[in-house]
């Protein structure tokens, strides 16, 4: 892999200062990596990508870490929050006619909870994971357009602390999480409700869409050079088809709640049926976007399954390519089904059968992956530790989700079942087993990358069995009285229909469900702070991630490693071959090819800056006043404006002057 | 611990289908409908249990292999891995198999469920409110077209055909007992055929969230034979009862003085609101406020006095009346038979 | 000092959503006595009232979920029968900026309760107080006289004219958005 040497090599002074910003002398350029001895290597790195100290130098990191880092956090602060909502749910529903909630405040609870879960817990951490993972695993020094990374942490921050302090207000949306017109329309949705519900998902979208055109560049343009398509892991796979899913499915509920917007700010008529609109309308477009959003969710966890199982079964995936085709293939589908939420809205027969047959289509692909993942296992005794049993947990939960997903998809079942408990089961069997199981095992697996230290494994034990006997006490059960007659969304319920001892046994389970999330926080700061220094790669994994330090510094890698296997560090046992040329004294990147992954040209990545902070700021404001006038739009152009010219001002680089 | 748990479950399971005969319940079917599709659930939980089942044995064989944990693990075993392929393109192709064959049930069950209203005699019109429910029988015959309100009477082993609208949000029309859910949407019209195979009381709620108190939005279909539906018809065309009582008396002249008259009919009397239930033979009805409260005095007394405490954010305001109005009042709606 | 600004900020956002959210269905007793104050003439010189001497006027006037339910009322009352949407045909049109009785909640209040001459009945014993207080805040913001935040938006409906919310501002004869 000589061929990966971009420049002849040079000799450069070691000690040569950084070329000042301005600087467009002839010969524009500075010291590179070639031949530099490591340690000055890491002296020139360290010092070109580190993150500016102080607060202002916080606030302006562009370190995919450091926003990962944040992003991971904040969406777990916002799973306690919509976890305790839970809990005060369930507390209610213990019993028939219970006075603890009354019903505006639970129809707010059960929306927050929606939402909170959906907004600003699933989908911020799965890309935030991937955020983190994702340079690491493709071999370079950051993601693709960092300063966009950090503005979209910035955007979803105050999504979250605007529809939170919402809630504190009493002005949370009340509608439930996918709002139907008219409920959530102008004349039964008074105060501004479910407005803050229509610009939070806006929040919400701005800040995905950013980091899903990221992650796909990153993917395509930034891979380490001989990482060919076949090569690259199937986590990154499972985040570049989300990425793509995101691209495409966002725009939809970004229509949906700008219409709703305009029917209720601005006096529209588009789902107004006595004028011409349609209420429908509203449920297509919504769940246009709501049905690929389940597998926006889904799909990084099954990368992270596909990550976990091949350190565990001590082998490469079996069957790779096919599991890439699955996830292309479930990308796909997921757009072809969204009218099964809506089968009980009186369809034409036959057009809802046509949905029943692409909703059971979408199995296949899953059902290939899963079976992928068995024929992994089964090689061998495979080495059981917390992350593992975290995926064992998978599949024993979501084989049972997606199991009654294919009963949901049964055009005359799905008319018992459609918004009754059963439902309410189903996709916290699909989202808990399908996403948050292997999210936990991904904690458990990446977080000596992390932090650098091993998470406790007798702790880690405690809280899968905990969590395994408490999810399935409280949800399984919910199927039943979902088959009983218990609709979902109720504030409470007739003693004498009898779902009083089962709705306390699922109370007691989602008690235990929330315990086991307090040891699993316990678990995390006690790891961070005491656990076992972990060193570079505790569980021997083939992936490039654990080829850097734990945790990882600033720059990632200290040369940029070559690709030869799809596990490169099973295959290179001594030592990664590496690629060298890339300058040290500016933040520089090697581009490759899309398919082959050839060295292609150096480019730069972009430096430290506030205005990220300050360009949300403005757009957050924005769409906070938007609720209010429509004028925001007016008034806020130009703060936006203004932050845009100052985050896109041409710093006299030699590549803008070209 | 992992076979303690399912065994745990087991037995919880099998305690909690023991209830499962249930008023309002999918798996206690009183109706062609409802038995179709309770069948149907039954044939997709087994077959999704018995899948399920064999995915789990695959899971546990590696966890019972012998073997020693993989040393190299880049060292593969071709042949074995060829196996494997068969096995997993085996695995795919009765997977789609079974969907292909579980799609087709659904189809044909869909078609049978079609087919169930094809000879109705009745149609009814149900409109949604928030939150009760507006029950008009249609006829040829102007005058007797009824309405009433929360509780459908239909005669039983005929099929009937209910037209669901709305006029104010989405709700949706759910008997488990008898009949799938289908959705009542303002601007729209949608039509569920309804059989009962015995007499007999079967209740059913709003399924699609429609606001505070969806929770409190039930409804009762009450199949009788035939001819006591006729008469029943008929008794719900005449006029509302005179008041036997004083009381009564003073109750309906204070019903047509206050608030009440606003929004409530009554039929023979300058009562004539729209927007709010037909209490014309309220007291016939099991319920009062859609399946919240059981008919009684006592309950309706306690609905009068305080609706915005027994349901609240319902659109039935709080009236000011003092003990012997409320009586009053109480007295001469108990009369409406 | 920033700090102090924020929670300043907020604890002031916080009233004004807490006056526009609240949803309070039961303003008053249940368990009244049934009694309303009677006034001690019809007779009103300069056509307006004494000062109220209760505070609902305030706690009505710019929560949104009692004027939409005001606005609830005015349909299912067949205010329209008269006032046509706010149009005025039989009664005066309400969506104007003149006002015979004054543009007060209490005006309105009292002209919904105990009636006008020349047509406009007493509803005195017809609807109860708090609805009344309802409607006279919809009645209000008809004309743009409530805060655009707590207006009611369009109905499900036909509409004759534009929503409440989309009024101009009386206040500023909507010289300014």
């Known amino acids: ?658 | 611990m992992k076979r303690l748990a399912s065994i745990a479950f087991a037995t919880a399971i099998a305690l909690f289908l023991q209830g499962c005969a249930g008023w309002q319940s999918a798996l206690d079917p009183k109706g062609p409908a409802a038995s179709e599709l309770a069948w149907l659930i039954w044939f997709f939980t087994g077959l999704c249990a018995v899948v399920w089942v064999l995915v789990m044995i695959a899971l546990a064989i590696p966890l019972m292999m012998r073997s020693r944990v993989r040393a190299e693990p880049l060292v593969l075993d071709a042949g074995a891995d060829s196996r494997k392929l068969r096995v997993v393109i085996t695995a795919v192709g009765l997977t789609a198999v079974i969907l292909v064959g579980l799609t087709l049930l659904s189809f044909f069950a869909n078609r049978t469920l079609a087919a169930i209203g094809s000879d109705a005699v009745l149609t009814i019109r149900v409109t949604g409110h928030q939150w009760w429910w507006e029950v008009r029988y249609e006829d040829a015959t102007p005058s007797r077209i009824l309405t009433t309100a929360n509780e459908i009477h239909i005669p039983a082993g005929e099929p009937v055909r209910l037209l669901l609208t709305s006029t104010d949000v989405i709700h949706s029309f759910w008997v488990p007992s008898l009949s799938g859910k289908l959705d009542l949407i303002p601007g729209r019209m949608n039509v569920l055929d309804i059989k009962a195979d015995k007499p007999g009381v079967y209740r059913g709620q709003c399924a699609e969230f429609c606001g505070a108190q969806h929770a409190n939005m039930g409804t009762f279909i009450i199949a009788e034979p035939r001819a006591k539906f006729d008469a029943w018809w008929n008794d719900q065309l005449q006029p509302a009862a005179e008041p036997m009582s004083d009381e009564a008396k003073a109750g309906e002249d204070l019903f047509l003085k206050r608030p009440c008259v606003m929004c409530h009919k009554i039929g023979g009397t300058p009562a004539g609101g729209t927007v709010a239930p037909d209490l014309t033979h309220v007291a016939s009805r099991q319920t009062l406020a859609a399946g919240t409260l059981r008919m009684s005095r006592g309950n309706l007394a306690a609905w009068i006095a305080d609706p915005q405490g027994v349901k609240p954010g319902s659109h039935m305001p709080v009236v000011q009346l003092n003990g012997d109005e409320l009586n009053a009042i109480v007295a001469y709606l108990e009369g409406l038979k | 000092m920033r700090p102090i600004a924020a929670m300043l900020l907020l604890a002031i956002l916080a009233l004004a959503a807490c006056q526009r959210e609240e949803r309070d269905t039961r303003p008053q007793s249940a368990l009244g006595s049934g009694e309303q104050p009677t006034p001690v003439t019809t007779l009103e010189p300069g056509g307006q009232r004494p000062s109220p001497t209760d505070n609902k006027a305030a706690s009505f006037e710019a929560n949104a979920f009692h004027l939409s339910e005001g606005k609830r009322l005015f349909g299912w009352f067949n205010c329209s029968g008269c006032h046509a949407n706010g149009g005025g045909g039989m009664g005066p049109a309400l969506m104007d900026e003149k006002w015979i009785y004054g543009s007060s909640m209490e005006s309105i209040h009292a002209t919904i309760r105990d009636g006008r001459p020349n047509g406009m009945p007493s509803f005195r014993d017809k609807i109860p107080d708090d609805q009344i207080w309802e409607l006279a805040a919809f009645v209000r913001s008809l004309s743009g006289n409530a805060p655009s935040s707590a207006a009611p938006s369009r109905n499900d409906d036909m509409m004759a004219h534009p929503s409440e919310n989309r009024m101009p501002d009386a206040a500023t004869l909507g010289k300014s958005p």
């Not at chain 1, 796909?216 to 380490?224: A, E, L, P």
Request: aromatic content about 14%.
């Open chain 1, 1 to 658: 892999m000589s061929s990966a040497d971009l420049t002849s090599e040079r000799d450069l002074p070691r000690e040569r200062e950084a070329t000042p910003r301005g600087d467009i002398a002839p010969e524009r350029d500075g010291p590179r990596d070639t031949g530099m001895d490591d340690a000055s290597l890491r002296r020139w790195l360290a010092r070109t990508w580190r993150t500016p100290p102080g607060i202002i130098g916080a606030l302006s990191s562009v370190d995919h870490k450091v926003i990962a880092r944040r992003y991971l956090i904040t969406a777990f602060l916002f799973l306690c929050l919509g976890g305790l909502n839970a809990v005060a749910m369930r507390i209610q529903l213990s019993g028939p006619q219970r006075g603890l909630i009354g019903p505006d405040l639970y129809n707010q609870l059960f929306t927050m909870h929606g939402v909170t879960m959906m907004f600003l817990f699933a989908v911020p951490i799965v890309q935030a994971t991937g955020i983190y993972l994702v340079p690491l695993m493709v071999g370079t020094r950051n993601i693709a357009f960092p300063r966009l990374n950090a503005f979209s942490y910035w955007i979803y921050v105050s999504g979250g602390l605007f529809a939170w302090i919402s809630f504190a207000l009493s002005m949370a949306p009340d509608v439930g999480w996918f709002a139907y017109v008219p409920l959530s329309g102008p004349e039964f949705g008074p105060g501004k409700r479910a407005d803050v519900w229509a610009q939070m998902i806006t929040y919400t979208e701005v800040s995905s869409l950013a980091v899903a055109v990221a992650t796909i560049v990153t993917v395509f343009k930034q891979r380490s050079p001989g990482m060919s398509l076949d090569k690259i892991p199937l986590y990154v796979w499972a985040l570049l088809v989300t990425s793509f899913v995101v691209v495409f499915a966002m725009p939809a509920v970004m229509v949906t709640s700008t219409f709703l917007i305009l029917d209720r700010l601005v006096g529209t008529h588009i789902f107004n049926p006595a004028e011409g609109g349609d209420a429908l309308l509203f449920q297509h477009l919504f769940w246009f976007f709501g049905h690929p959003e389940v597998y926006i969710i889904f799909l990084p966890a099954t990368g992270m399954v596909s990550a976990i199982i091949p350190a565990f079964a001590r082998r490469p995936m079996f069957g790779h390519l096919g599991l890439v085709l699955s996830l292309i293939a479930v990308g796909f589908l997921s757009f072809g089904l969204w009218v099964h939420h809506m089968f009980a809205t009186g369809l034409p027969k036959l057009g809802a059968s046509f949905f029943t047959a692409s909703s059971m289509m979408i199995a296949i692909p899953n059902g290939v992956q899963i079976f992928c993942w068995l024929a992994t296992l089964w090689d061998g005794r495979p080495v059981i530790r917390t992350p593992l049993l975290f995926v064992f947990g998978f599949f024993f939960i979501f084989v049972i989700g997606g199991l009654t997903g294919v009963m949901l998809a049964s055009v005359p079942l799905d008319l018992q079942v459609h918004d009754t408990y059963f439902v309410v089961a189903h996709f916290h069997y699909v989202l808990i087993g399908g996403s948050v199981f292997p999210l936990l095992g991904a904690a458990y697996f990446w977080f000596p990358k992390i932090t650098g230290r091993m998470m406790s494994e007798r702790l880690g034990r405690w809280h899968f069995w905990l969590a395994m006997i408490g999810f399935n006490a409280a949800f399984f059960p919910m199927h039943i009285v979902g088959l009983w007659g218990m609709p979902r969304r109720v504030y409470t319920y007739p003693a004498e229909l009898g779902w009083g001892n089962i709705n306390l046994f699922i109370t007691g389970g989602a008690v235990l469900f929330f315990l086991s999330f307090v040891l699993f926080a316990f678990n995390l700061v006690h790891g961070a702070l005491k656990g076992a220094p972990a060193g570079d790669n505790p569980w021997d994994a083939g992936t490039l991630e654990w080829a850097t330090s734990s945790p990882p510094q600033s720059y990632n890698f200290a040369r940029i490693p070559v690709v030869t296997n799809v596990e490169p560090l099973w295959a290179e046992r001594a030592a990664l071959p590496v690629a060298t040329g890339l300058r040290v004294d500016v933040r520089e990147l090697l581009v490759s090819t899309v398919a082959e992954a050839h060295p292609d040209i150096r480019e730069k990545s972009a430096t430290p800056s506030i205005w990220p902070l300050l360009a949300a700021i403005a757009v957050g404001g924005t769409f906070l006043y938007s609720i209010f006038t429509p004028w925001a739009i007016v008034w806020g152009a130009a703060p936006i404006a203004i932050t845009l010219i100052g985050w896109f001002w041409p710093k006299g680089d030699p590549e803008d002057e070209e």
